[in-house]
């Protein structure tokens, strides 16, 4: 069974940018191939790790769902179903990507997403680390579509309402009942002058703060020029802040 990673925050804080950064640490230490599992609505991780997206899940729902894709003589709709979800996988020399996209529109793709939950399932069971990049709402975490998560990473800005919207998704997590090991938080886009003022807020989520990453001009510029944050330098401070947070966390 692989090791289950999971990133999940409000938009625009520092999600992806962990999450690739997190798969570059589990390469460097040789804990591949790693399954990245693109759970965000907005799909951007591909970009991050320099992967081409095959081919969504929620399209292939659609289609699925609609008989767009003519069942081929000889396979039941199990196995074209699995046969797709292998052909929307993004494959890299060290990371393989499967993006669920979305949003899946009107209807019940109850069948599907069953059959889903169980190729995805299977799928991670390829690979000794799943890390999934996912949005605040925790969807695909609350609809099951993915299995037990290890450790769940909630990110927040260097901003009040960032954390307090943390402090929400730990809510949702222990309302949900969510089979989560364990939790922490990560504050992106650190600026160390005014970071001390927001420890209270902090303090009121539950939450426990297991690292920090730094504000930093080199993921600004990757971001400018596009270029794969999974190439950012040995030296980068961002890279070194993900390092101890894995460290810590006992993953790397
Ligand atoms: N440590 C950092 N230093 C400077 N800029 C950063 C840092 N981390 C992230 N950014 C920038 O902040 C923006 C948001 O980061 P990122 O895309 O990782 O967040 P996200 O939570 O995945 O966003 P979304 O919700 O839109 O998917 C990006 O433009 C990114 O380049
Ligand atoms: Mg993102």
Same mark, same amino acid.
């Given at each position: 069974?692989?090791?289950?990673?999971?990133?999940?925050?409000?938009?625009?804080?520092?999600?992806?940018?962990?999450?690739?950064?997190?798969?570059?640490?589990?390469?460097?230490?040789?804990?591949?191939?790693?399954?990245?599992?693109?759970?965000?609505?907005?799909?951007?991780?591909?970009?991050?790790?320099?992967?081409?997206?095959?081919?969504?899940?929620?399209?292939?729902?659609?289609?699925?769902?609609?008989?767009?894709?003519?069942?081929?003589?000889?396979?039941?709709?199990?196995?074209?179903?699995?046969?797709?979800? !292998?052909? %929307?996988?993004?494959?890299?020399? $060290? &990371? +393989?990507? #499967?993006?669920?996209?979305?949003?899946?529109? /009107?209807?019940?793709?109850?069948?599907?997403?069953?059959?889903?939950?169980?190729?995805?399932?299977?799928?991670?069971?390829?690979?000794?680390?799943?890390?999934?990049?996912?949005?605040?709402?925790?969807? !695909?975490? %609350?609809?099951?579509?993915?299995? $037990? &998560? +290890?450790? #769940?990473?909630?990110?927040?800005?260097?901003? /009040?309402?960032?954390?307090?919207?943390?402090?929400?998704?730990?809510?949702?997590?222990?309302?949900?009942?969510?089979?989560?090991?364990?939790?922490?938080?990560?504050?992106?886009?650190?600026?160390?002058?005014?970071?001390?003022?927001?420890?209270?807020?902090?303090?009121?989520?539950?939450?426990?703060?297991?690292?920090?990453?730094?504000?930093?001009?080199?993921?600004?510029?990757?971001?400018?020029?596009?270029?794969?944050?999974?190439?950012?330098?040995?030296?980068?401070?961002?890279?070194?802040?993900?390092?101890?947070?894995?460290?810590?966390?006992?993953?790397?």
């Amino acid at each position: 069974m692989s090791f289950n990673i999971a990133v999940a925050g409000k938009g625009g804080t520092g999600k992806t940018t962990l999450c690739s950064l997190i798969i570059r640490q589990l390469v460097k230490a040789g804990k591949k191939p790693v399954f990245a599992v693109d759970a965000d609505a907005n799909v951007n991780l591909n970009e991050a790790l320099g992967l081409e997206v095959e081919g969504s899940i929620a399209d292939l729902l659609v289609r699925i769902n609609n008989n767009l894709d003519p069942l081929p003589a000889g396979m039941t709709k199990d196995q074209f179903v699995e046969f797709k979800v !292998h052909q %929307s996988l993004s494959e890299g020399d $060290n &990371v +393989d990507l #499967l993006v669920m996209g979305g949003p899946e529109g /009107a209807g019940c793709y109850c069948y599907a997403n069953n059959l889903l939950r169980g190729f995805v399932a299977d799928l991670s069971k390829n690979y000794p680390y799943m890390v999934m990049d996912n949005e605040a709402g925790l969807e !695909h975490l %609350s609809r099951r579509t993915t299995q $037990n &998560v +290890d450790v #769940l990473f909630i990110t927040s800005d260097c901003s /009040a309402r960032g954390i307090r919207s943390a402090g929400r998704v730990r809510e949702l997590v222990e309302n949900l009942k969510l089979d989560i090991k364990k939790m922490y938080l990560v504050v992106s886009r650190v600026n160390e002058a005014t970071f001390d003022a927001l420890k209270p807020e902090i303090e009121k989520t539950g939450l426990e703060l297991i690292g920090t990453i730094p504000m930093d001009e080199q993921v600004m510029e990757y971001d400018l020029l596009s270029k794969p944050l999974i190439n950012l330098p040995d030296e980068s401070p961002v890279v070194a802040a993900v390092n101890d947070i894995l460290t810590k966390a006992a993953i790397i």
